[in-house]
């Protein structure tokens, strides 16, 4: 007799969990070994953080426009146009710069890292790897991962300073408010817990955004078609869990802080 379709879904996908619980338990007690791989983790870096400005500036100016625009609109019924800073500084620092910036990372990096270990994967690159004695996790991991909780945070600084510009070029254009007003808007609906909150989110979204990207180019069977298959399974997963991610440390924070 067959096996119960559901029963055999559910036990498939607990092995996901177990193997990928298993990577992220290598993976943390591979940071503190030697070798450490500086070299690679610094071109991860240059990879995931420096490549990814231009994408994340465009997200961040576009949000922030978009931002004003609507609230503007918005506020201005209620003669609370000077508000309109307040509003977008709150919005982005708090959520939408984190989870956009993760995002688009997760589109850009994350696949280009499940492309690259799913390709060394069926090109039997990791096997020579092992044959040679070099832990692939030390090896090709450990510097995606800490290149990715080390990046992410930066890039969220430079899409919510962008935002907030672009909130500000709104302002000015469309609403006839001065820099000054904008700014001490922006400021005073800022709150410590804010700026907590979007570092901390950052941190934890590039470590999901890496490792689920390694896990899924390290499994990848099938040559060409198991890495295009891997790659899209690697963004969609890692998005997925940072949005969920997000509401679970949003409600803690709200918990926390009570704003």
Same mark, same amino acid.
């Given at each position: 007799?067959?096996? $119960?379709?559901?029963?055999?879904? +559910?036990?498939? /996908?607990?092995?996901?969990?177990? #193997?990928?619980?298993?990577?992220?338990? @290598?993976?943390?007690? /591979?940071?503190?070994? @030697?070798?450490?791989?500086?070299?690679?983790?610094?071109?991860?870096? #240059? +990879?995931?953080?420096?490549?990814?400005?231009?994408?994340?500036?465009?997200?961040?100016?576009?949000?922030?426009?978009?931002?004003?625009?609507?609230?503007?609109?918005?506020?201005?019924?209620?003669?609370?146009?000077?508000?309109?800073?307040?509003?977008?500084?709150?919005?982005?620092?708090?959520?939408?710069?984190?989870?956009?910036?993760?995002?688009?990372? /997760?589109? @850009?990096?994350?696949?280009?890292?499940?492309?690259?270990?799913?390709?060394?994967?069926?090109?039997?690159?990791?096997?020579?790897?092992?044959?040679?004695?070099?832990?692939?996790?030390?090896?090709?991991?450990? %510097?995606? +991962?800490? /290149?990715? &909780?080390?990046?992410? %945070?930066?890039?969220?600084?430079?899409?919510?300073?962008?935002?907030?510009?672009?909130? $500000?070029?709104?302002?000015?254009?469309?609403?006839?408010?001065?820099?000054?007003?904008?700014? $001490?808007?922006?400021?005073?609906?800022?709150?410590?817990?804010?700026?907590?909150?979007?570092?901390?989110? %950052?941190?934890?979204?590039? *470590?999901?955004?890496?490792?689920?990207?390694?896990?899924?180019?390290?499994?990848?069977?099938?040559?060409?078609?198991?890495?295009?298959?891997?790659?899209?399974?690697?963004?969609?997963?890692?998005? &997925?869990?940072?949005?969920?991610? #997000?509401?679970?440390?949003?409600?803690?924070?709200?918990?926390? *802080?009570?704003?």
């Amino acid at each position: 007799m067959s096996a $119960n379709p559901v029963s055999r879904t +559910v036990k498939l /996908a607990l092995e996901e969990v177990q #193997d990928y619980s298993i990577l992220v338990g @290598r993976t943390f007690l /591979a940071i503190g070994r @030697r070798p450490q791989y500086w070299r690679d983790t610094f071109v991860q870096m #240059d +990879v995931i953080g420096v490549h990814s400005l231009l994408i994340v500036t465009l997200t961040g100016v576009f949000t922030g426009m978009v931002l004003a625009l609507q609230s503007s609109v918005q506020l201005s019924r209620f003669g609370a146009s000077l508000f309109v800073g307040q509003l977008v500084s709150a919005s982005v620092i708090r959520e939408l710069g984190p989870v956009l910036t993760a995002l688009m990372v /997760a589109g @850009r990096v994350g696949s280009g890292i499940a492309a690259e270990l799913g390709s060394m994967r069926v090109g039997e690159q990791i096997d020579a790897l092992e044959a040679m004695g070099t832990d692939p996790v030390k090896k090709l991991v450990k %510097p995606r +991962v800490l /290149a990715g &909780v080390a990046m992410l %945070p930066a890039l969220t600084v430079v899409t919510d300073f962008i935002a907030i510009l672009g909130g $500000n070029l709104i302002a000015w254009v469309m609403l006839h408010q001065g820099v000054s007003t904008y700014w $001490n808007a922006v400021w005073g609906g800022l709150y410590m817990s804010d700026l907590v909150s979007g570092i901390l989110k %950052p941190l934890v979204f590039g *470590f999901i955004i890496t490792t689920i990207a390694c896990y899924m180019g390290l499994r990848t069977t099938g040559g060409t078609e198991g890495v295009g298959r891997a790659t899209t399974q690697a963004v969609v997963l890692s998005s &997925v869990f940072v949005l969920a991610t #997000d509401f679970f440390m949003t409600k803690l924070f709200i918990e926390l *802080f009570g704003h």
